[in-house]
């Protein structure tokens, strides 16, 4: 119900009673704000009682206001513009305590993705990207970070791996004209679903490419594309996206590929580390002495 929900809302709304109307007047031109409301802010906000909303929610089907709750924030998440979400924050979190309570949900964001996070996809994913000709991985507008993250640790333990840069959609397309069966495509997207993302991913499961699609939900665009659905939970703190689940479970991804193929990235880190000798590439600890 949650795609439809204020569609729902407004095709019921004749058979509701006048205080329920009140309700779903409120959340039809609101919801990106009483998706953060309790009941019985949301109640005082209209000028009802608590009891009302929580009988409005059970009205539209739902077991109590929480799972309404819910379903407005999966409504609202591809739809929300940077503004409303800043507007979101600023109710929400004010000045006071907003360093525990931003830290404290990612806690509980990482606790989430792992509690649900299916080992056997995970090990699937890592296999896939081990036996791999070539590794294509391409993440859009915040989703990048986690693409570059992604490539750049990658590129060391297994060697075979392109970084699609997020240009326009030519530029993009151009970037996988060698794709090919033998590949995996890793496509990274949260909300707002980036459209490049989605066709780029779409032309690569018509290449015939193992997808590995990291996203926020079963119900992700790239959900119907993906070999192996690789799930981080993701919500809004604000104007910004937060992605410590989803790096987290990138970085997860990093490490496994690494004892997979250690011995090859042993020998790469070697090499590095003498490159990075030769060049003086890291401070040393006795430079201050020096001084």
């Not at 439809?4 to 919801?31: C, D, W």
């Amino acid at each position: 119900m949650a795609e439809n929900l204020v569609a729902e809302i407004e095709k019921r709304m004749p058979g509701f009673s006048k205080s329920q109307k009140i309700i779903a007047r409120f959340i039809t031109e609101h919801y990106e704000k009483a998706a953060f409301m309790t009941a019985a802010k949301l109640g005082s906000t209209v000028g009802v009682s608590e009891s009302t909303v929580v009988r409005f929610a059970d009205e539209m089907g739902f077991e109590g206001y929480p799972e309404m709750q819910k379903a407005l924030r999966s409504y609202g998440r591809n739809r929300l513009t940077t503004l409303q979400r800043l507007d979101i924050a600023n109710e929400r979190f004010g000045e006071d305590g907003l360093v525990k309570s931003v830290m404290s949900q990612d806690i509980e964001r990482i606790r989430y993705t792992l509690e649900n996070l299916s080992e056997e996809t995970f090990n699937a994913a890592v296999d896939k990207i081990i036996n791999a000709r070539c590794v294509y991985i391409f993440g859009a507008m915040s989703s990048d970070i986690l693409a570059r993250f992604l490539s750049n640790y990658l590129q060391l333990s297994c060697g075979n791996v392109i970084h699609v840069q997020p240009i326009n959609s030519s530029g993009i397309l151009q970037q996988l004209i060698k794709l090919g069966s033998e590949d995996v495509f890793i496509s990274i997207s949260f909300p707002r679903y980036f459209k490049n993302t989605l066709t780029a991913t779409a032309y690569a499961k018509k290449c015939g490419a193992d997808i590995i699609a990291i996203t926020d939900s079963e119900a992700s665009p790239l959900a119907e594309y993906a070999n192996q659905l690789l799930l981080a939970k993701s919500d809004i703190i604000s104007y910004a996206d937060s992605l410590a689940a989803p790096l987290s479970l990138v970085n997860a991804l990093v490490a496994a590929v690494g004892v997979r193929n250690s011995s090859r990235l042993e020998q790469t880190l070697t090499r590095l580390e003498e490159l990075w000798a030769e060049n003086d590439a890291y401070k040393k600890d006795d430079e201050n002495d020096r001084t």
